[in-house]
Every structure is written in structure tokens, then in C-alpha cells.
């Protein structure tokens, strides 16, 4: 089982950027998926997370209404598109995913997940 993000690189405010989180050994219709980041120094910050139909999605507060998270069962894969991109944004995105209750989106935590990646830097520039 694997979680391989990507998409991270060096933006300026206002941009946008596309994570994607790529899932192998596995298929992802029976998970859920959510994107966590951390930023150097801070505590790992649970960002968005999707359900396994993708019909319910929940986002933290300091990037609703300029992320969006969706996923591809048939790719296999599970994106955060971020847009208005802010300096507080810059920190290290993992991809993590759950194999139970995965109707809901409501997983918050680092535990509630089984599986992680190996995180991508964004880095947005003022």
C-alpha cells in the first residue's frame, strides 16, 4: 500500500497549485481520503478530506472557499486544488487515507487515518 503526493512547488500569493495523490496496492473506493500539512516548527493541521463517493467534502477553516479537494476512483487518485494561495499556506501536504466509516468526511485527526504518503513542499512566496 501506497500514498505518493505531488504537485508541490514554489508559488506567489494569489496563485494557485494542484496536489495529487496518487494510491497503489489498493483500490479507493472503499476510503477516504484527507490532506494534512505542516508547517515548520507547528503541529500537523488537518486541511480538507473527501468520502469515498466523493459527494461529501469538508475543509478546515483557514482554507475554505480556496481549496478544493476531488478524486478520481478510476486513476486511482485524489487531488487539492488550492487557489489564492497565502504565505500561512507554505508547509509540507501529505495524503492519508481510511478504509472505515468512509461515507463520512468528518475525519479530522492524524489517527482516524491508516495510510500516509511521503508529503510534497508548497511553498507560497509574498
Known amino acids: 500500500v501506497q500514498l505518493q503526493a505531488s504537485g508541490g512547488g514554489l508559488v506567489q500569493a494569489g496563485k494557485s497549485l494542484s496536489l495529487s495523490c496518487v494510491a497503489s496496492?489498493?483500490?479507493?473506493?472503499?476510503?477516504?481520503f484527507g490532506w494534512f500539512r505542516q508547517a515548520p516548527g507547528k503541529e500537523r493541521e488537518w486541511v480538507s478530506c473527501?468520502?469515498?463517493?466523493?459527494?461529501?467534502?469538508s475543509y478546515s477553516d483557514s482554507v475554505e472557499g480556496r481549496f478544493t479537494i476531488s478524486r478520481d476512483n478510476a486513476k486511482n487518485t485524489v487531488n487539492l486544488h488550492m487557489n489564492r494561495l497565502k504565505p500561512e499556506d507554505t508547509a509540507v501536504y501529505y495524503c492519508?487515507?481510511?478504509?472505515?466509516?468512509?461515507?463520512?468526511?468528518?475525519?479530522?485527526?492524524?489517527?482516524?487515518?491508516?495510510?500516509w504518503g511521503q508529503g510534497t513542499q508548497v511553498t507560497v512566496s509574498s
Open positions: 492519508a487515507a481510511r478504509g472505515g466509516s468512509v461515507k463520512s468526511a468528518g475525519w479530522t485527526k492524524a489517527d482516524d487515518y491508516d495510510y
Open positions: 473527501i468520502n469515498m463517493n466523493g459527494d461529501v467534502t
Open positions: 496496492g489498493f483500490t479507493l473506493d472503499y476510503h477516504a
